[in-house]
């Protein structure tokens, strides 16, 4: 998830000054300095935080000052961060993963509950929560929601992600390992630089000199990588 030695940066959100003091406490304090924290109390204060800075991961909660934490996840959640939600709402736990968080920790929470939950955003890339079932993308006039079944593939666009559907393509702004994590299991490496959505698979085949590949329901035809042929042949075949 992050450069070895660079602390991951982590923002709270969280409206009540006593229990935003006590998550940052308890999060320095089992972090250490493998983690930098800041906190704020409301929507527009974390967007300018999001904006202004790169954060890797941010601790939500759902009831900011009578606003929806989830209108930040709505509008923010095209960027690279993993979000964890910490909430006295456990009944929007399953709207919260649809949505793409790493974690839902459920007030009122221990030490150790929210140290999972740390760890788990600590080593973001090899945790893959399965649940996601919607995924923000980047528009002119913001950002837009688009349901995973209509995903046929990722591919790694340098720091950004291409989201290929059946017949346009979209950006979003987590790279291709961050992604990755989050997907659901259909979603599987063929190639170092494409993810592919197993539904949408219409045929695998060889072609001359070793080589292989996928055509999607859309006619599109992706590489695979000979490191991804014995797995995806297990898979498919």
């Not at 974690?103 to 509950?113: C, G, I, L, S, Y």
Request: aromatic share 8%; net charge positive; proline share 3%.
């Amino acid at each position: 998830m992050q450069r070895t030695g660079v602390a991951v940066r982590v923002l709270i959100v969280e409206d009540e000054p006593l229990v935003r003091q006590r998550l940052l406490r308890q999060a320095s304090e089992h972090a250490g300095s493998k983690m930098r924290f800041d906190a704020v109390g409301d929507l527009a204060d974390a967007e300018e935080h999001l904006v202004r800075a790169s954060y890797d991961g941010v601790l939500l909660d759902l009831n900011l000052e009578g606003e929806d934490g989830f209108e930040l996840l709505r509008r923010c959640c095209a960027r690279s961060f993993h979000t964890v939600v910490v909430s006295a709402h456990a009944e929007r736990a399953l709207e919260a993963f649809a949505l793409g968080v790493l974690d839902f920790v459920a007030k009122p929470f221990n030490r150790e509950r929210l140290g999972l939950a740390l760890d788990r955003l600590a080593g973001a890339a090899q945790y893959r929560p399965g649940a996601m079932r919607w995924l923000s993308v980047w528009r002119p006039r913001g950002t837009a929601l688009v349901s995973l079944d209509d995903v046929l593939a990722f591919r790694a666009d340098g720091e950004h992600s291409e989201v290929v559907l059946a017949a346009r393509s979209e950006i979003h702004d987590k790279p291709l390992g961050r992604l990755f994590s989050l997907l659901p299991m259909e979603f599987v490496r063929c190639h170092r630089t494409w993810l592919v959505n197993l539904r949408h698979v219409q045929h695998f085949s060889a072609l001359p000199g070793s080589r292989w590949r996928l055509r999607l329901s859309n006619g599109a035809q992706l590489p695979v990588g000979r490191a991804f042929v014995t797995d995806l042949r297990g898979l498919l075949l």
